[in-house]
């Protein structure tokens, strides 16, 4: 018989980056406010967050993102003279964007890095499994990876990671995994973590990316864990000792965080932290819009042959 575990509600979205890629940009705005197409990535990622039945958002920000929550926030006079003008259509996607969710704010403080931003969590969430969504990575919704983590971590227990082939050139940009398969073609199972590791090194060209849902247990690790690379706090090394404790118990009986599975993701994601490819995001985003695409796509046909 399937084990049944307890159903995740919650969504935790660490927000507290200084964005300094983004510089001058992000000097007052928070790199999570840049526009993609003609909404903020972050709204994006709250956006998957909810498609995935998890409709109560816990943002780590740190100094100067109070955008971010006036963002999520009822803009009253801004409404008002939407109304006023009878512009129904903005007026709809401003109140979107507050409607989405139940949002909940909390400061990081010192940025110690991921692991401890995720931490920062620990009061909200309390005893129950959680998501974690990074906002650099943007999932494309008609392909639902989070709803598929999900899915594994209510059967299997434990925690779950998104996992993504990359050219293994690039592995030593990204926490890799080394995986044996299970029953399911996209699911396998973690058994050992590294962080940015050197390309000869690296155990396989499955990159971690921007999504995990995480068993409490983590918590009780981060607390013991140290500084890693960059003198930061690292989830993956937590992940990593969480692993190994699962295999420890495997000859007798379940650890108390239990396994740690990946999810291995063939769709669409685009990657807003690195600027050439947050410009290759707006682009393909806006090429696929039905009010924007047609005539984008002409112009940057024609644009494309002129340079050429």
Request: hydrophobic share 40%; aromatic share 4%.
């Amino acid at each position: 018989m399937t084990q049944s575990h307890p159903r995740i509600s919650k969504a935790v979205i660490p927000a507290a980056g200084l964005g300094t890629r983004f510089l001058p940009a992000t000097k007052a705005t928070p790199k999570e406010m840049l526009p993609v197409v003609d909404k903020p990535a972050i709204q994006y990622v709250v956006e998957e967050a909810v498609s995935a039945g998890l409709s109560d958002v816990l943002m780590i920000t740190g100094r100067n993102k109070r955008p971010l929550e006036d963002h999520f926030d009822r803009n009253y006079e801004l409404e008002e003279a939407l109304s006023r003008k009878g512009d129904a259509g903005r007026l709809a996607r401003v109140q979107e964007s507050s409607d989405l969710a139940t949002m909940h704010y909390v400061r990081q403080g010192d940025p110690r890095g991921l692991g401890h931003a995720v931490l920062c969590a620990e009061p909200h969430v309390g005893d129950q499994p959680f998501a974690v969504l990074l906002g650099d990575d943007l999932i494309d919704p008609r392909d639902p990876l989070l709803a598929r983590m999900v899915e594994v971590q209510e059967r299997e227990g434990g925690s779950v990671i998104a996992l993504m082939e990359v050219d293994p050139a690039q592995i030593h940009l990204y926490g890799c995994a080394a995986v044996k398969p299970t029953g399911d073609s996209d699911v396998v199972k973690i058994t050992d973590l590294v962080e940015k590791p050197e390309t000869a090194d690296a155990p396989s060209n499955l990159a971690i990316i921007g999504r995990y849902v995480l068993d409490p247990a983590v918590f009780g690790v981060l607390r013991e864990t140290e500084p890693g690379r960059g003198g930061e706090i690292q989830l993956t090394d937590a992940l990593q000792k969480l692993t190994e404790a699962d295999q420890s118990a495997a000859a007798t009986e379940s650890s108390p965080g239990g396994p740690v599975h990946g999810v291995i993701f063939k769709g669409r994601r685009y990657d807003t932290g690195d600027r050439g490819d947050y410009l290759r995001a707006i682009v393909r985003l806006a090429c696929e819009r039905e009010d924007l695409g047609p005539e984008f796509r002409d112009w940057l046909r024609s644009f494309v042959n002129e340079e050429m």
